[in-house]
C-alpha cells in the first residue's frame, strides 16, 4: 500500500513538473512566434537566416573585429597618449622601427633587438614544441587505439592537463622547478646538487617547451585518436593476409590514411604555438633574461607593462604576427583542399 502512495506521489509530481515545462515552452513558442512572424512576412524565408545571424555577427563585431581595426589604426599611430583622438598619425614608422637592422640574424643591430630575440625564440619555440607535440601526440593516439588495460583511463589522464587553467599548469610546475622545489628536493635525495632550473637560459627553454607540449598534447591525442578510429579495420586485415608486418602497416596504411587530420593538427599546433604567453610569463617571466621572451609577452611589455606604454609599436608588432597566422591559416586552407582532391 506504501509502495502504490510513493510511485502515486511521484508520478503526481512528475506531471505538475511536465505541465509547467510544456507551459514554459509554449510561452516561449508563442513569444517568438508574435517576434519572428512579422519579420518572416516582411523580409521573406530565404533571408531569414540572415536574422539568425544578427546576435552572433554583432558579438563578433564587437568583441573581435572593432578592436582588430583600432589595433590596425593603433599601428599607423604614435605617442603615448591611450585614446586615438590624441594620437597622432606616423604611417610606417612603427613597422620601420621593428624592421630596422644591419643584420636580421643579429638582434644587437637592430634598432628594437627585444622584438628580434622574441621573434628568433618564438621560431625555436615553435619548431621544438610543434615537432614534440605531434610526434608524442601520434605515439600516445597509436598506444591508446590498441586494445590496452584501462584504456578509457589513460585517454581521460591523458586529455586531463587541457582541461586545467595555463595559469594553473605553470603555478604547478613553477612550484615543481623552483630552487627549494619538489624536483630539485628529489635531486638531492639521490645524492646531486641543486639546479637553478629557471635562472638558466638553457633549462628554462627546455622546461618552457616541455611543459607546453604536456599540458597540450591531450588535445592533439585526442584529434589523432579519431583520426585512426576512422580508419576501417578491413584494411589491416587486408594487409595481414598479404604479409605487412606492423611497421608496413604503419608506413602504408595508417600514416598515409592520417595525414589529413595531421595536417590540421600540425596547423593547429603551429598557430597555438606563435601565441603562446600565459604558461611562460607565469613560469618564467619572459627570463632569464629574455631567453623565453616571445612575441606576444613582447607585444604586452610594450603595450602595457613597461614604464613608458608604446602602443603604436605593440599593435605593430601584432599585426606582423597576424600576418604570420595569415599564412599559416591559408596554408592550411591550401593543403587541406589539395588532399581533399586528390
Given at each position: 500500500m506504501e509502495q502504490k502512495q510513493k510511485i502515486n506521489v511521484s508520478k503526481t509530481i512528475k506531471d505538475f513538473f511536465g505541465n509547467v515545462m510544456n507551459a514554459l515552452l509554449s510561452v516561449v513558442i508563442n513569444a517568438l512566434d508574435w517576434i519572428m512572424d512579422p519579420i518572416q512576412r516582411k523580409i521573406g524565408m530565404k533571408r531569414m537566416a540572415y536574422v539568425f545571424l544578427v546576435p552572433n555577427m554583432l558579438i563578433f563585431g564587437i568583441f573581435v573585429l572593432f578592436p582588430m581595426l583600432v589595433n590596425i589604426y593603433y599601428s599607423f599611430t604614435g605617442g603615448t597618449n591611450l585614446f586615438p583622438q590624441d594620437r597622432p598619425f606616423v604611417g610606417l614608422d612603427n613597422f620601420k622601427v621593428l624592421f630596422t637592422c644591419d643584420n636580421f640574424l643579429d638582434p644587437n643591430t637592430c634598432t628594437e633587438d627585444l622584438f628580434w630575440r622574441a621573434v628568433y625564440n618564438t621560431i625555436k619555440f615553435v619548431i621544438f614544441q610543434v615537432v614534440g607535440i605531434v610526434l608524442f601526440s601520434l605515439i600516445t593516439a597509436l598506444i591508446l587505439n590498441r586494445k590496452i588495460v584501462a584504456r578509457g583511463f589513460f585517454r581521460a589522464v591523458y586529455f586531463y592537463p587541457v582541461l586545467l587553467s595555463p595559469v594553473v599548469v605553470a603555478l604547478i610546475w613553477k612550484w615543481i622547478l623552483q630552487r627549494d622545489g619538489l624536483l630539485n628536493a628529489m635531486i638531492i635525495g639521490f645524492g646531486g646538487e641543486r639546479i637553478n632550473f629557471l635562472l638558466n637560459s638553457d633549462w628554462a627553454t627546455f622546461w618552457v617547451i616541455f611543459i607546453s607540449i604536456w599540458a597540450n598534447m591531450g588535445f592533439f591525442t585526442l584529434i589523432l585518436l579519431a583520426g585512426l578510429q576512422s580508419i576501417p579495420p578491413d584494411l589491416?586485415?587486408?594487409?595481414?593476409m598479404d604479409g605487412t608486418n606492423e611497421w608496413q602497416s604503419f608506413l602504408h596504411i595508417t600514416l598515409p590514411l592520417l595525414m589529413p587530420t595531421m595536417l590540421v593538427v600540425l596547423v593547429l599546433s603551429l598557430i597555438r604555438a606563435v601565441q603562446v604567453f600565459d604558461q611562460v610569463y607565469v613560469l618564467t617571466g619572459g627570463g632569464p633574461g629574455s631567453a623565453t621572451l616571445y612575441l606576444?609577452?613582447?607585444?604586452?611589455?610594450?603595450?602595457?607593462?613597461?614604464?613608458?606604454?608604446?602602443?603604436?609599436l605593440a599593435a605593430a608588432a601584432s599585426v606582423v604576427m597576424a600576418a604570420v597566422l595569415m599564412v599559416f591559416t591559408l596554408l592550411q586552407l591550401y593543403l587541406s583542399r589539395k588532399s581533399d582532391a586528390v
Amino acid at each position: 500500500m506504501e509502495q502504490k502512495q510513493k510511485i502515486n506521489v511521484s508520478k503526481t509530481i512528475k506531471d505538475f513538473f511536465g505541465n509547467v515545462m510544456n507551459a514554459l515552452l509554449s510561452v516561449v513558442i508563442n513569444a517568438l512566434d508574435w517576434i519572428m512572424d512579422p519579420i518572416q512576412r516582411k523580409i521573406g524565408m530565404k533571408r531569414m537566416a540572415y536574422v539568425f545571424l544578427v546576435p552572433n555577427m554583432l558579438i563578433f563585431g564587437i568583441f573581435v573585429l572593432f578592436p582588430m581595426l583600432v589595433n590596425i589604426y593603433y599601428s599607423f599611430t604614435g605617442g603615448t597618449n591611450l585614446f586615438p583622438q590624441d594620437r597622432p598619425f606616423v604611417g610606417l614608422d612603427n613597422f620601420k622601427v621593428l624592421f630596422t637592422c644591419d643584420n636580421f640574424l643579429d638582434p644587437n643591430t637592430c634598432t628594437e633587438d627585444l622584438f628580434w630575440r622574441a621573434v628568433y625564440n618564438t621560431i625555436k619555440f615553435v619548431i621544438f614544441q610543434v615537432v614534440g607535440i605531434v610526434l608524442f601526440s601520434l605515439i600516445t593516439a597509436l598506444i591508446l587505439n590498441r586494445k590496452i588495460v584501462a584504456r578509457g583511463f589513460f585517454r581521460a589522464v591523458y586529455f586531463y592537463p587541457v582541461l586545467l587553467s595555463p595559469v594553473v599548469v605553470a603555478l604547478i610546475w613553477k612550484w615543481i622547478l623552483q630552487r627549494d622545489g619538489l624536483l630539485n628536493a628529489m635531486i638531492i635525495g639521490f645524492g646531486g646538487e641543486r639546479i637553478n632550473f629557471l635562472l638558466n637560459s638553457d633549462w628554462a627553454t627546455f622546461w618552457v617547451i616541455f611543459i607546453s607540449i604536456w599540458a597540450n598534447m591531450g588535445f592533439f591525442t585526442l584529434i589523432l585518436l579519431a583520426g585512426l578510429q576512422s580508419i576501417p579495420p578491413d584494411l589491416y586485415e587486408a594487409g595481414s593476409m598479404d604479409g605487412t608486418n606492423e611497421w608496413q602497416s604503419f608506413l602504408h596504411i595508417t600514416l598515409p590514411l592520417l595525414m589529413p587530420t595531421m595536417l590540421v593538427v600540425l596547423v593547429l599546433s603551429l598557430i597555438r604555438a606563435v601565441q603562446v604567453f600565459d604558461q611562460v610569463y607565469v613560469l618564467t617571466g619572459g627570463g632569464p633574461g629574455s631567453a623565453t621572451l616571445y612575441l606576444v609577452q613582447y607585444i604586452y611589455n610594450k603595450g602595457f607593462s613597461d614604464q613608458i606604454h608604446i602602443f603604436g609599436l605593440a599593435a605593430a608588432a601584432s599585426v606582423v604576427m597576424a600576418a604570420v597566422l595569415m599564412v599559416f591559416t591559408l596554408l592550411q586552407l591550401y593543403l587541406s583542399r589539395k588532399s581533399d582532391a586528390v
